[in-house]
């Protein structure tokens, strides 16, 4: 069995060096190597004659369908979006802090310098907030803020919720009102 394995290690180490001979003939052994890949390559559908196909068909059913689907979609939000008793958009944030004078002195100040434009006094405990505008983009938001940062240069647009004008709120009845304290 030891000699079976002294035979076998021989005709490895054997084979091993016969191939590791390097070859004489260099890179002309392979100047002339040719391999074909197109069985293996993707094959992409002529979009020309497709285009032209979609072309010829009648593409006016097709965009009326989407049309009145697309109606449905955006009729659908809308009402959905009038339930909802708030909105999100930006305001532009004058004054924010825990001093009443100071915001009040603020607003007093705002009125002298602009005196087009109305801002709103909110308080959320413990402090006071000092907001122009109710507007449903950023970018609309940025012609107040420009005019007031140059006499406030603290202020700065921010995120808000605002209640809707049209929405009301659903009367509570008597029947409603049976579980609540």
């Known amino acids: 069995m030891r000699a079976f394995w002294v035979v076998g290690l021989i005709a490895i180490i054997a084979t ?3 191939s ?3 070859g004489t003939n260099g890179a002309a ?3 002339s190597y040719q391999e074909n890949l197109t069985a293996s390559l993707p094959v992409y559908p ?3 004659a497709e285009l032209a196909k979609q072309n010829t068909s ?3 059913s097709s965009v009326k369908t989407v049309d009145s689907d697309l109606d449905q979609v955006i009729t659908g939000l809308y009402e959905k979006n009038l339930e909802e008793p708030y909105f999100n958009g930006y305001s532009v944030l004058i004054y924010s802090g825990i001093d009443r004078t100071k915001a009040f002195e ?3 100040e705002l009125a002298e310098n602009f005196p087009d434009i109305k801002a709103e006094m909110q308080y959320q405990e413990p402090r006071y ?3 122009v505008g ?3 983009y950023k970018i609309e938001a940025q012609k107040s803020f420009s005019l007031i940062k140059s006499q406030f240069p603290t202020a700065r647009i921010i995120q808000d919720r605002f209640q809707r004008k049209e929405y009301e709120a659903p009367e509570i009845l008597d029947s409603n009102v049976e579980g609540q304290n």
């Open 129 to 131: 907030l000092l907001k």
């Open 20 to 22: 590791s001979k390097s």
């Open 134 to 136: 109710k507007f449903n």
């Open 16 to 18: 091993g060096c016969k």
């Open 46 to 48: 002529d979009y020309e």
């Open 29 to 31: 052994t392979y100047a």
């Open 58 to 60: 009648n593409t006016e």
């Open 106 to 108: 603020t607003q007093e």
